[in-house]
């Protein structure tokens, strides 16, 4: 399958996987670093504002919170602007760019406040590349019929790297050479901590995304053509009654990635629920990627053949259940199949839904169209975590997973009723759920 996809987008998909591997690699390492001493709290941790104590934890979030914050409001902005100018490329370079400046930072800071910098620095460099990137992933299809697949490769190797990411980060951070309790690695007779060798990975990763794109990616002619045009993202239908269905499609992935991240924060409870390992958890976290990982690119290309919607709303269908379910089930193997089940859900509304946005970008142009979707995933893995963290105080441990299928629900109700098929298919096969 992947041998049938266009050169470029391949070129896109790997330093798209190179750079969501240095990204997750600081999910994993900021927070250690932060909490290993070698940057400074002083002033700040313990500080009460409006009778909120500061703790560490809270500080650590921050820094992990404003990434998504800065990268998910920045995209909007810079898919228009790549449209205006007819631009891609500079556009995912200079994010690159900055990118790697925040990643190779870290090893020389000593404050906190530099720490929050370096951090929303990234993000900043994130809005720029992302919505870029899936426009010319969009822009490189040749036709409507291999605009599913191409999405398909890519958030199959983007999640590839962002899925192993922290894995690999948990093996440098502790590996190395053991010297008074401080891990340390000999590089050519240089002694380099876990923590600079995880940061040195991260700039790595921006560098051969970087090389990548210079080398073998252009713009195409017709990222010029919507230079200059008036781009805009719309809330109401153009075309007719109802909302703007590439909004609704925002909607429905903004609470489809919520539903995905709201596992994160609970894994003291899962795990005490569950009575199982650390290792078993973070198999669990994972199964979501991994259904996505095998079956990003045949769903995608089906979608090419068979039509987008039917897939949404089936996947949208599947995600209620599962999501449900992660609430109420007693057994680490019933959460894991409930994760994968999950998973499948995913794969089958999301490389559907930024191919139907695709399909509708035409004048509107990709980037701008397009940076809803990554914007609303961005910011849902983003709300998750806190949502969950609030809903387990609340309600206890299921009603973090009964509000995400509630939102599962209105998802599938929004897509059902304002969101129509994109492609003439002339000869469809037996239908799916909503047809």
Not at 16 to 28: K, V
Not at 170 to 179: E, N, Q, R
Not at 241 to 258: K, R, S
Not at 382 to 405: I, K, R, Y
Request: glycine residues 12%; proline residues 4%; without cysteine.
């Amino acid at each position: 399958m992947v041998l049938k996809t266009d050169s470029r987008v391949l070129t896109l998909a790997f330093a798209r996987m190179a750079d969501a591997l240095g990204n997750s690699f600081l999910i994993i390492v900021l927070p250690l670093y932060i909490a290993s001493g070698q940057i400074s709290l002083s002033g700040i941790a313990g500080a009460e504002i409006l009778g909120f104590v500061l703790r560490e934890e809270t500080l650590i979030g921050l820094v992990l919170s404003l990434f998504g914050l800065l990268n998910s409001f920045g995209q909007p902005i810079t898919g228009q602007l790549s449209d205006r100018t007819g631009r891609r490329r500079v556009f995912v370079l200079t994010g690159l760019v900055i990118f790697g400046i925040g990643s190779a930072a870290y090893p020389f800071l000593s404050s906190y406040w530099s720490v929050l910098v370096a951090r929303g620095l990234q993000g900043i460099g994130a809005a720029f590349t992302i919505p870029a990137t899936v426009a010319l992933v969009n822009d490189y299809a040749a036709s409507d019929t291999e605009r599913g697949g191409n999405f398909g490769v890519f958030n199959t190797f983007r999640l590839i790297g962002f899925g192993f990411g922290p894995i690999i980060a948990g093996i440098v951070v502790t590996g190395g050479l053991a010297a008074e309790g401080v891990i340390t690695y000999d590089i050519f007779g240089r002694a380099l901590s876990g923590f600079d060798a995880a940061f040195a990975v991260a700039v790595a990763g921006a560098v051969i995304s970087f090389l990548l794109v210079a080398w073998l990616i252009h713009d195409p002619p017709e990222a010029a053509d919507n230079a200059g045009k008036n781009l805009s993202v719309a809330i109401r239908n153009r075309d007719g009654p109802g909302l703007d269905p590439v909004f609704v499609l925002g909607v429905a992935t903004f609470f489809m990635a919520t539903t995905i991240a709201l596992f994160a924060t609970l894994e003291g409870p899962v795990r005490a629920r569950l009575n199982e390992s650390t290792f078993l958890f973070s198999v669990q976290f994972a199964a979501v990627v991994i259904a996505n990982v095998l079956l990003q690119v045949p769903i995608g290309r089906a979608s090419d053949r068979y039509g987008r919607r039917r897939f949404i709303v089936a996947g949208l269908v599947v995600l209620i259940p599962s999501v449900l379910a992660q609430g109420f089930v007693t057994s680490p193997w019933t959460m894991l199949a409930a994760r994968f089940v999950q998973g499948i859900a995913v794969a089958l509304v999301f490389a559907p839904s930024l191919a139907l946005a695709g399909d509708l970008a035409g004048d509107r142009g990709s980037g701008t169209t397009l940076s809803v979707l990554t914007m609303a995933f961005g910011l849902g893995v983003a709300v998750g975590p806190l949502a969950s963290g609030l809903l387990f105080n609340l309600g206890g441990f299921a009603a973090p997973f009964v509000f995400g299928s509630a939102m599962a629900v209105l998802g599938l109700a929004l897509v059902y009723t304002q969101v129509e098929e994109t492609l003439d298919i002339e000869d469809p096969v037996v239908p799916f759920v909503g047809d």
